[in-house]
């Protein structure tokens, strides 16, 4: 099958990206790098999750940075939502999209959100029946779908069955999320492919953590297949509060160099991502994770 001529990606990094970092980041910082990340190109972004700040303490900000951002017409501000309490505040904030985020694995979904599956499926049903009442897209996150740090192997039924489940409330995307960055390209090919027999093909998205260094080999094993969405964070910021070890999403700039190498379209520009990158490494003083971003400054350094 040949790849995909176009691809969207979402930026996660002022969600995914910030929300593990110890020191709290302002949020003036945050809507600078989130209005950086609109003006590179990004169809999508995840600016905001509305959870419990004793849960997650970095994403207390997320309604001041919401009123703060300059929003460009027709790209979409995404925030996380995992109750009706959730919903109302992203409401309020005027998101254009929440995002239901459960599990395929029962352990990780009592750390991460303090519920069984079912229980999770069960508040996040009128989340999704107000997002349709309010006209506000729903994407859903499959997290540990290749593999829990608490529960290790993830059977592929259960995959099948929780992206049904989202599926079945009316989700417009699901992402299939390696949490903490353990896949590899064959196994990525056989989880995607289940995700493919419950779920249409034009609303998957791959959201690959790379703490193997595995993100771009299991991009390329997706695109393979025909998957056209995912999610990177600029410079590579991140990692998952619950899922301790787990490193960052994969770089923007990694995957963009990607594309632009594949000949895919994504609309962003590479060189604004590293200024963005740039911009938010030197806020938390130290050097980005994103190796094409390194090795873009360091030619431009001459
Ligand atoms: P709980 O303690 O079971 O909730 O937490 P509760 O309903 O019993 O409420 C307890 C307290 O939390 C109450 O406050 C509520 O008001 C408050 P109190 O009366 O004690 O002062 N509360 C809230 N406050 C603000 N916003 C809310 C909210 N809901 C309740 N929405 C809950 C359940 C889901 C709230 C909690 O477990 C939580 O916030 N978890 C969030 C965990 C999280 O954000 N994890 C990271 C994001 S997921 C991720 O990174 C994975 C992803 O990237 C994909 C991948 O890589 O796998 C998406
Ligand atoms: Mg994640």
Redesign the pocket.
């Known amino acids: 099958m040949s790849l995909p001529q176009k691809v969207k990606i979402v930026e ?1 990094g002022p969600r ?1 990206g910030l ?1 593990n970092e110890k020191e709290s980041v302002p949020a003036e910082v945050k809507i600078e790098l989130v209005n950086r990340l609109t003006a590179a190109g990004f169809p999508n972004i995840e600016a905001a ?8 303490p970095q ?1 207390a900000t997320s309604r001041d940075v919401m009123a703060g951002i300059t929003r460009k017409p027709g790209v979409i501000y995404s925030a ?4 009706m ?2 919903f109302e ?1 992203a409401l309020a904030a005027q998101a254009d999209e929440v ?1 239901i ?1 459960g ?1 395929a694995s029962e352990a990780f979904s009592q750390r ?4 069984s599956i079912a229980e999770s499926i069960a508040r996040f049903a009128p989340v999704a029946q107000a997002a349709k009442d309010h006209g506000l897209r729903l994407r859903a ?4 779908a290749f593999g829990c740090p608490y529960q290790g192997d993830v059977p592929l039924a259960a995959v099948a069955d929780v992206v049904a489940r989202m599926r079945d409330l009316g989700c417009d995307e699901i ?1 299939i ?3 903490i960055g353990v896949s590899t390209p064959r196994k990525t090919q056989a989880v995607m492919e289940t995700a493919i027999g419950a779920f249409r093909i034009d609303g998957l998205s791959g ?1 690959f ?1 790379d703490t193997y260094g595995q993100a771009l080999a299991n991009i390329y094993a997706s695109l393979e297949l025909g998957i056209a969405i995912f999610h990177s964070s600029v410079s590579g910021l991140g990692g ?4 301790k070890g787990a490193t960052g ?1 994969v770089a923007t700039e990694d995957v963009l160099y990607l594309m632009n190498g594949l000949g895919i379209e994504t609309g962003i520009d590479l060189d604004a991502v590293v200024d963005a990158g740039q911009f938010i490494s030197a806020f938390l003083g130290r050097k980005g994770a994103s190796r094409a971003g390194s090795a873009i400054l360091a030619k431009r350094a001459g």
């Not at 996150?141 to 540990?144: A, I, K, P, R, W």
């Open positions: 996660v995914d929300q999750s509305f959870v419990s700040p004793k849960w997650v994403m996380l939502t995992p109750n309490q959730g505040a995002v985020f599990a991460n959100i303090n519920c996150s499959v997290s540990t992402d999320a390696d949490t959201h953590h998952c509060p619950y899922a999403n």
